[in-house]
């Protein structure tokens, strides 16, 4: 079966900070990652996508995969109160095209 | 703009009483998912049509029917609902399947 996890947190982190979200996952055939930041009471917006290992860079936001070890994270630089969200992990596999998602991790950004 | 409409935002049903939600998309993406998310859970698929195509997941229950119309439109039917469908509702569209998920505002079903 397949696997994602992700720590629910809550991760708490001041201003300013660099926020680092982490998910591993089981299946050593996927290809495509995505990340998604969602509200309270809302629904997903993917905000990142990457499918070669190393890093890729969007604004304020990195995302970083690594095949052998199995993880993908994302780095949050300057993090600001409107970021404070619940991140969402999702992996696809090459053949279904189906993601996979992780429960989340819950990002509190304190002033 | 181009987007992903569901209706109603909030819908009430009584225990058993039967409701249907709705989706529709202004993106001419040929793939629409219907996913349920329960509170701090991860989305569960329920089901996909690419293109006519209608994919059921395995652990979908019978209680749960959807119909595509067209391709702009998607419904989900739940013919009795339990208490524990209560949950957020969220229509997806994509291209091909590829390149990530354009989310619907979702739908946040209470069974009374």
């Known amino acids: 079966q397949k696997e994602v996890e992700q720590n629910s947190g809550p991760l708490s982190v001041p201003e300013g900070a660099i926020a680092s979200l982490n998910c591993t996952y089981s299946d050593r055939g996927s290809q495509s990652f995505f990340w998604y930041r969602q509200y309270s009471g809302k629904s997903p917006e993917l905000i990142m996508s990457?499918?070669?290992?190393g890093d890729k860079e969007d604004g304020r936001f990195t995302a970083q995969l690594n095949k052998a070890s199995q993880y993908v994270s994302l780095l949050i630089r300057d993090s600001q109160p409107s970021d404070s969200a619940t991140y969402l992990c999702?992996?696809?596999?090459?053949?279904?095209?189906?993601?996979?998602f992780g429960r989340g991790t819950s990002l509190i950004v304190h002033p | 703009d181009a987007m992903v409409i569901q209706n109603p935002r909030y819908q009430v049903t009584q225990f058993g009483k039967p409701v249907t939600l709705s989706c529709s998309q202004t993106l001419n993406h040929n793939v629409m998912y219907w996913y349920q998310q329960k509170s701090s859970q991860a989305p569960k698929l329920l089901f996909h049509y690419y293109d006519k195509d209608f994919n059921n997941e395995a652990d979908t229950p019978d209680n749960f029917q959807s119909r595509r119309p067209n391709t702009s439109f998607c419904f989900l039917d739940i013919r009795s609902p339990g208490l524990g469908d209560a949950a957020m509702y969220l229509c997806?569209?994509?291209?091909?399947?590829?390149?990530?998920?354009?989310f619907g505002s979702g739908t946040r079903l209470t069974v009374v």
């Open positions: 997806a569209t994509s291209i091909n399947r590829v390149r990530g998920y354009t």
């Open positions: 990457i499918y070669s290992n």
């Open positions: 999702a992996v696809e596999t090459g053949g279904s095209y189906i993601p996979t």
